[in-house]
């Protein structure tokens, strides 16, 4: 006598992430979400400065299979107001913004930080909480560990700020979605 077999799941389309970024700290921090959910779903970072549009956005995904799930960010520094209106203006990408950097976004699994900081304030407060040097475009290990055990407490954090405003980022969206698409 046969067992029965159960009928087949419809398959689910798993989007593409594209994260275009403004700096080789954004690229490196997106590598480390992707190793950090393994799930199978695929962050394509790509540096391409501050000079970004919806036309830059399209060359970059033309020839690359896409799919209607696919969803674009933009993770920049918000602290250069011409550079932010023109991030604004692409309605196709979900802006991803730090202001002053995306250093704060780090800061932010230390500590709740209120006062209007500077990227460099960001840095020596990430040096004294880290006990070493950290380098933009570099997580070391400790900072990992960090970005790992508080991310929760980071995205906390960071929802009680207004965005654009210093200090404020909105990071924690991408990871609302991240760990959504992980359940």
């Known amino acids: 006598m046969g067992r029965t077999r159960q009928a087949s799941k419809e398959k689910k ?23 950090k959910y393994r799930i199978p779903i695929e962050i394509i970072p ?3 400065g501050s000079n970004v549009d919806e036309k830059l ?10 799919h209607e799930k696919d969803i674009d960010f933009l993770m ?28 704060l976004w780090f800061l932010l699994h230390y500590k709740n930080q209120t006062a209007h ?13 880290n006990h070493n040097n950290y380098k933009k475009g570099v997580l070391d290990q400790k900072l990992r560990e960090k970005l790992n ?8 954090r960071a929802k009680q700020k207004e965005l654009f405003n ?18």
Request: aromatic share 6%; charged share 30%; proline share 4%.
């Open 57 to 66: 956005i399209k060359r970059h995904k033309r020839g690359k299979p896409t």
């Open 13 to 35: 389309i798993k989007p593409h992430f594209w994260v275009f970024c403004e700096g080789k700290t954004e690229e490196t921090y997106v590598c480390f979400l992707r190793s």
């Open 76 to 103: 920049y520094d918000a602290d250069v107001n011409e550079v932010l209106v023109r991030l604004q203006k692409i309605k196709s990408a979900k802006l991803l913004a730090s202001n002053p950097s995306i250093e």
């Open 117 to 129: 900081i500077t990227t460099d304030n960001c840095i020596r407060e990430l040096n004294n909480r």
């Open 149 to 156: 055990e508080k991310c929760s407490d980071a995205c906390k």
């Open 166 to 183: 210093n200090p404020s980022t909105n990071v924690y969206e991408l990871i609302q979605i991240l760990e959504d698409i992980k359940r």
């Open 46 to 48: 790509k540096v391409i």
